[in-house]
């Protein structure tokens, strides 16, 4: 695989590596394997909630990797995919992972989206994966095999495909009932950091972007994950799911003990 150099990547003079694994609660040796990735990528998923609330504030979102650091490790708040997958990529850089940096087309929502998602392609034991903790309630739950395409990929409650299409790109879909939807498609052109500028910048401020929109809080779990959009909590267990609402003075305590999240 292509590995870019360091200064292509987010840097951040605050990093510190254990005061991340505190954070996303590790416990263990960091083993650099493809158990010891997942378990890693599962811990930081099952702490760090995805969440665009300073988006819906109306606030700048900073890709300075001092910010990222200080936001999700200090702050203990989340963030969307620069800052999860972000400060993920700092901690693959620090215990020796190679790793580059994709774009991505969301294919969620209908119509023509520009390559606005961020996501890592690794190589662990010899094998190149798709490593992604930024895509909300669809997330990959582990890394994903890139040479594992046109199969069903079984990830705790959830399913996923890899497909290669037409034009040499990667499609990926989950299973949601018995319909295979579409998440988003990428090719594996290596980017650098400051490539996702301006996409950066079209989704915390654009009045078209999803995120300005919307409020959206996931925080994953062992048996699922919870999902708060706009005044609503999807809570999937086990692959059960149950939908309830709420008025909108309940949001911060629900953030509080759903979510984690203290203002």
């Given at each position: 695989m292509t590995?870019?150099?360091?200064?292509?990547?987010?840097?951040?003079?605050?990093?510190?590596?254990?005061?991340?694994?505190?954070r996303v609660k590790f416990s263990g040796e960091i083993e650099l394997t493809l158990a010891g990735i997942k378990k890693l990528m599962q811990s930081q998923l099952f702490t760090v909630p995805f969440e665009d609330i300073d988006v819906q504030a109306g606030k700048i979102i900073s890709l300075n990797g001092d910010d990222i650091v200080d936001q999700i490790v200090t702050k203990k708040r989340g963030g969307y995919c620069y800052q999860i997958n972000g400060i993920f990529s700092l901690m693959l850089q620090e215990i020796g992972i190679p790793h580059y940096y994709i774009a991505a087309r969301p294919m969620v929502n209908p119509g023509e989206n520009a390559k606005t998602h961020f996501g890592i392609i690794a190589t662990i034991e010899n094998e190149d994966y798709l490593i992604d903790l930024g895509f909300g309630g669809n997330s990959i739950r582990e890394p994903l095999k890139l040479s594992k395409t046109g199969k069903e990929i079984q990830q705790d409650s959830d399913t996923f495909t890899l497909l290669k299409t037409e034009n040499d790109e990667y499609l990926l879909q989950v299973l949601i009932g018995k319909e295979w939807s579409n998440l988003y498609s990428f090719d594996l052109t290596p980017q650098r950091w400051i490539d996702f500028k301006p996409a950066n910048y079209y989704n915390y401020s654009h009045p078209d972007s999803f995120f300005v929109q919307n409020l959206i809080v996931v925080l994953q779990n062992p048996l699922g994950k919870k999902i708060l959009f706009k005044n609503s909590i999807k809570s999937v267990l086990n692959g059960k799911t149950e939908i309830t609402s709420f008025e909108d003075e309940d949001l911060k305590s629900i953030l509080e003990t759903d979510f984690n999240l203290k203002f």
């Open positions: 590995q870019l150099k360091n200064h292509y990547k987010i840097e951040a003079s605050n990093f510190n590596l254990q005061q991340y694994l505190d």
